[in-house]
């Protein structure tokens, strides 16, 4: 069965601390792995897909990589706002169309 | 682009009465809705998947005669708690994808208080 595993479950930085959250994943074959963002009483936004061993992504301070076991998101320089709970998921083996996700990882930068 | 809607945002109703969530793509036709349910300080469960045109196919342990589904149209689909009850106050959130394996787009999601 597919597993997700985000570490650690929660991250609390400095404003300006870069730092990274890890997910790693125990699936057969890469089918994509998804990044998202999600605010308290929200649904998650869409950050990024990772689809091959080497591949990066930016958005901002935000940098997602993908190995074959794990993908990181860096969090370079955070500010308060990108206080957020970060979820990472992959596709369900045999039911593509569905995702497996992690629990997350609850990001708190303070100023 | 890839906004989803969801309406209510939030809900109040009384045990045994039931409650209609709707969904909406809003830019684009989504050839697949996903409805999930969170709890608190918990990640998403993924309650089922429907299609179009199609009956939706429902993950285990979920009630499909309490949980009705309907997906009219490439950009709605709608979630139906029946008779409802406390223990299903939760956070229902919906998604929208346009293929296999694509990214899903989540709604802002609704908050159902079952009292």
């Known amino acids: 069965e597919d597993q997700v595993t985000q570490s650690p479950e929660a991250l609390r930085l400095q404003e300006g601390e870069s730092s990274s959250l890890n997910c790693s994943y125990t699936v057969s074959g890469l089918r994509g792995l998804f990044w998202y963002r999600q605010d308290p009483g929200k649904g998650p936004e869409f950050l990024f897909t990772l689809y091959s061993a080497g591949e990066e992504k930016e958005k901002e301070r935000l940098k997602a990589t993908l190995t074959k076991k794990e993908s990181f998101l860096h969090i370079t320089a955070p500010k308060p706002e990108d206080s957020a709970t970060y979820l990472c998921a992959v596709p369900k083996l045999g039911e593509s169309e569905k995702l497996v996700f992690g629990k997350g990882t609850k990001l708190t930068v303070n100023p | ?115």
């Open chain 2, 1 to 115: 682009g890839a906004v989803v809607s969801q309406h209510p945002s939030r809900v109040i109703c009384k045990s045994g009465t039931s409650v209609k969530i709707e969904c909406r793509s809003l830019d684009f036709q989504a050839t697949t809705m996903f409805w999930y349910r969170q709890f608190p300080k918990q990640s998403l469960m993924l309650m089922a998947t429907s299609n179009e045109g199609s009956k939706a196919t429902y993950e285990q342990g979920v009630e499909k005669d309490k949980f009705l589904i309907n997906h009219a149209s490439l950009t709605l689909s709608t979630l139906t708690v029946t008779s409802a009850h406390p223990e299903d106050s939760s956070f229902y959130i919906c998604s929208a994808s346009q293929g296999s394996g694509g990214e899903q787009y989540f709604g802002p999601g609704t908050r159902l208080t079952v009292t």
